[in-house]
C-alpha cells in the first residue's frame, strides 16, 4: 500500500517554472516506478512522464521533452517533476501514480498500470 501526496502546483505565466513534488508513504518506495500524469479540462489523462524503479531510467511525452525533468529522491520517499518554459496547454492537474510491477514492465505512458494514484495539482499557465 503506497500513499501519494502532490504539491507545488499553482498559477504562472508563460514561460514560467515550476516544481511538482510527489511525497510517498507507507510501503518501500525505491521499489516503484513513477509517473507524472495530467488532464486538461475536457481531455482524458495523458502520460507526462516517467521514471522507472531499479535503474532511474526517464522517460517524455514529445511535447515536454527537453521543458520537463522528472526526478527522484528515494532516501525521501519523493518524485518531482520540474517544469520549465511552461506554455498554456500545459495547463492541467497534474497527478503523480506508482507502479509495483519490476522495473522491465514499466510501461509509463498507460494509466492502467499503476497501482496508486495521488489525488492531484491544479497548474495554470496563463499567457
Known amino acids: 500500500q503506497l500513499q501519494l501526496v502532490e504539491s507545488g502546483g499553482g498559477s504562472v505565466q508563460a514561460g514560467g517554472t515550476l516544481r511538482l513534488s510527489c511525497a510517498a508513504s507507507g510501503d518501500a518506495f525505491s521499489t516503484y516506478s513513477m509517473g507524472w500524469f495530467r488532464q486538461a479540462a475536457g481531455k482524458e489523462r495523458e502520460g507526462v512522464a516517467g521514471i522507472s524503479s531499479s535503474e532511474g531510467h526517464t522517460y517524455y511525452r514529445d511535447s515536454v521533452n527537453g521543458r520537463f525533468t522528472i526526478s527522484r529522491d528515494n532516501a525521501k520517499n519523493t518524485v518531482y517533476l520540474q517544469m520549465d518554459s511552461l506554455k498554456p496547454e500545459d495547463t492541467a492537474m497534474y497527478y503523480c501514480?506508482?507502479?509495483?510491477?519490476?522495473?522491465?514492465?514499466?510501461?509509463?505512458?498507460?494509466?492502467?498500470?499503476?497501482?496508486?494514484w495521488g489525488q492531484g495539482t491544479q497548474v495554470t499557465v496563463s499567457s
Open positions: 501514480a506508482a507502479d509495483h510491477r519490476p522495473a522491465r514492465s514499466f510501461s509509463w505512458r498507460n494509466p492502467l498500470n499503476y497501482n496508486y
